[in-house]
C-alpha cells in the first residue's frame, strides 16, 4: 500500500517468476485473482507474498552461497540487468525482468523446449499486470557487452535460466550470440 502503482506492478514480475519457474498452478492462481491482486485485496496479496516467500527461503537455505541452484531466481535477469543499465535507469528493475523474462522464453521455443502457446502466455501474463512486453533499443549489440560484465556469467559465459515447461526450469551457459540477438528483437520496440 505504500508503493506507487508502477512500483507495485515492477515488483509483480518477481512474483510472475516464481509460477514461471517452479509452479505452474501458481502462475494460474495469479491469472485468477489478478482482479483481487491488483485491487489490493488483504488475503490475495498474503497468499502471493508468503507463497513466494517460502519459496524464496528454501532456494536460499538450499544454496546460501548462490553457487547451484539458487541460480534460478535469476530468470529473466540476465538481459533484465543489462536492459536497466542500457536504459539508464528509465525503467524499473521488474520491468527489465519481465522483459527479460519474454527474451528467454523466445530462446527456450527457439530450442523446441517451450511450444508457441507457452511463450505467448508468458508475454500475456507480464502484459496482463500492465508490465512492458516491448522497449526502443536503438543498439542492440550494445546489450552484450553489459551481459558480460554482469555477475550472471561464468567462466566467460552467459548463464540463462530457461524454461523447458511453464514451472520448470534450468541453467544454460551454452546459449549463443545469435539466440541471444533473436531473444532482444522480440522486445525491441519497432520505431515510428
Same mark, same amino acid.
Request: charged content about 25%; overall charge neutral; aromatic content about 8%.
Given at each position: 500500500?505504500?508503493?506507487?502503482?508502477? $512500483?507495485?506492478?515492477?515488483?509483480?514480475?518477481?512474483?510472475?517468476? &516464481?509460477?514461471?519457474?517452479?509452479? %505452474?498452478?501458481?502462475?494460474?492462481?495469479?491469472?485468477?485473482?489478478?482482479? $483481487?491482486?491488483?485491487? =489490493?485485496?488483504?488475503?490475495?496479496?498474503?497468499?502471493?507474498?508468503?507463497?513466494?516467500?517460502?519459496?524464496?527461503?528454501?532456494?536460499? $537455505? /538450499?544454496? #546460501? @552461497?548462490?553457487?547451484?541452484?539458487?541460480?534460478?531466481?535469476?530468470?529473466?535477469?540476465?538481459?533484465?540487468?543489462?536492459?536497466?543499465? &542500457?536504459?539508464? =535507469?528509465?525503467?524499473?528493475?521488474?520491468?527489465?525482468?519481465?522483459?527479460?523474462?519474454?527474451? %528467454?522464453?523466445?530462446?527456450?521455443?527457439?530450442?523446441?523446449?517451450?511450444?508457441?502457446?507457452? /511463450?505467448?502466455?508468458?508475454?500475456?501474463?507480464?502484459?496482463?499486470?500492465?508490465? #512492458?512486453?516491448?522497449?526502443?533499443?536503438?543498439?542492440?549489440?550494445?546489450?552484450? #557487452?553489459?551481459?558480460?560484465?554482469? @555477475? @550472471?556469467?561464468?567462466?566467460?559465459?552467459?548463464?540463462?535460466?530457461?524454461?523447458?515447461?511453464?514451472?520448470?526450469? =534450468?541453467?544454460?551457459?551454452?546459449?549463443?550470440? #545469435?539466440?541471444?540477438?533473436?531473444?532482444?528483437?522480440?522486445?525491441?520496440?519497432?520505431?515510428?
Amino acid at each position: 500500500h505504500t508503493l506507487d502503482h508502477r $512500483q507495485f506492478l515492477s515488483g509483480m514480475a518477481e512474483i510472475i517468476k &516464481y509460477g514461471l519457474i517452479k509452479d %505452474a498452478s501458481f502462475l494460474n492462481w495469479l491469472m485468477d485473482h489478478r482482479r $483481487q491482486i491488483l485491487s =489490493f485485496d488483504r488475503i490475495a496479496l498474503l497468499h502471493m507474498i508468503q507463497y513466494c516467500c517460502v519459496y524464496k527461503k528454501e532456494i536460499v $537455505q /538450499e544454496d #546460501p @552461497k548462490d553457487r547451484g541452484r539458487r541460480v534460478i531466481l535469476n530468470y529473466g535477469h540476465t538481459l533484465g540487468h543489462a536492459l536497466e543499465k &542500457y536504459k539508464n =535507469f528509465s525503467l524499473l528493475h521488474g520491468e527489465c525482468v519481465g522483459l527479460g523474462m519474454i527474451a %528467454a522464453a523466445r530462446i527456450s521455443k527457439d530450442r523446441g523446449l517451450l511450444s508457441h502457446l507457452d /511463450e505467448n502466455t508468458i508475454q500475456n501474463v507480464i502484459k496482463s499486470f500492465s508490465l #512492458p512486453t516491448s522497449t526502443e533499443i536503438a543498439d542492440p549489440d550494445a546489450l552484450i #557487452p553489459i551481459m558480460f560484465s554482469d @555477475k @550472471k556469467t561464468d567462466a566467460g559465459h552467459l548463464r540463462f535460466v530457461l524454461l523447458d515447461q511453464i514451472g520448470h526450469c =534450468f541453467c544454460a551457459e551454452d546459449v549463443t550470440l #545469435p539466440e541471444i540477438k533473436k531473444a532482444i528483437a522480440v522486445i525491441q520496440k519497432e520505431r515510428d
